[in-house]
């Protein structure tokens, strides 16, 4: 299986913060990596997929980049409502597979 | 509007089972490959299973082959999972969810979850 890691764990943002997430596969996935924002209670919803496309309704502040192993989401300008738990998953290979998440809190 | 609702969950004993049920509604169900995926009290989120539009092809995690049976019913807009030989590990939220595309594949709608407690 592939393998996906996520930093920082935790990370302490102030509104109007830019704020950068990465993610490593353990092995080349190309572009086959989407970001999912969580809040409590609820199921995560998708933000980006393909590595760099922003899925419809998303907000415009959201963006990701990488391809290979490399991969980051950014939020610009960090909204009230971003504070949340970030998840990048691969849908390169069966199964696919989970990061551990970043959880983004109010400095 | 996209929803999905699951149902089902509670606590079981090792070793029990336990039916999750989900209700489709706002899209053409039949239209759609469909998932449950879990995530474990403080975990990233793990995918379980999925099922073609028309129910011939599934495909799951390896830690649920042989204990877990994914199904659906297009006529009544519903996924199930059936689950058997419950463990604590299997002790998790358990979420429908919307595959946009054949698997592997992200999701792009989710329900609120159903819980499943495993314990004695």
């Known amino acids: 299986d592939i393998q996906l890691t996520q930093s920082p764990s935790f990370l302490s943002a102030s509104v109007g913060d830019r704020v950068t997430i990465t993610c490593r596969a353990s092995?080349?996935?190309?572009?086959?990596l989407v970001w999912y924002q969580q809040t409590p209670g609820k199921a995560p919803k998708v933000l980006i997929y393909?590595?760099?496309t922003l899925q419809s309704g998303a907000p415009s502040r959201f963006s990701g980049s990488g391809s290979g192993t490399d991969f980051t989401l950014t939020i610009n300008y960090l909204q009230p409502e971003d504070f949340a738990t970030y998840y990048c998953?691969?849908?390169?290979?069966?199964?696919?597979?989970f990061g551990p998440g970043t959880k983004v809190d109010v400095k | 509007e996209v929803k999905l609702v699951e149902s089902g969950g509670g606590l079981v004993p090792p070793g029990g089972s336990l039916r999750l049920s989900c209700a489709a509604s706002?899209?053409?169900?039949?239209?759609?490959?469909m998932s449950w995926v879990r995530q474990a009290p403080g975990k990233g989120p793990e995918w379980v299973a999925s099922?073609?539009?028309?129910?011939?092809?599934?495909w799951y995690v390896d830690s649920v082959k042989g204990r877990f049976t994914i199904s659906r019913d297009n006529a009544k807009n519903s996924l199930s999972l059936q689950m058997t030989s419950l463990t604590a590990e299997d002790t998790a939220m358990y979420f429908c969810?919307?595959?946009?595309?054949?698997?592997?594949?992200?999701?792009?709608?989710g329900g609120q979850g159903t819980l499943v407690t495993v314990s004695s």
């Open positions: 998953q691969q849908v390169k290979n069966y199964p696919p597979t």
């Open positions: 092995q080349g996935i190309s572009t086959y």
């Open positions: 393909g590595a760099s």
């Open positions: 706002g899209f053409t169900f039949r239209s759609y490959w």
């Open positions: 099922i073609k539009q028309d129910g011939n092809e599934k």
């Open positions: 969810a919307r595959d946009p595309y054949p698997p592997p594949s992200f999701f792009d709608y």
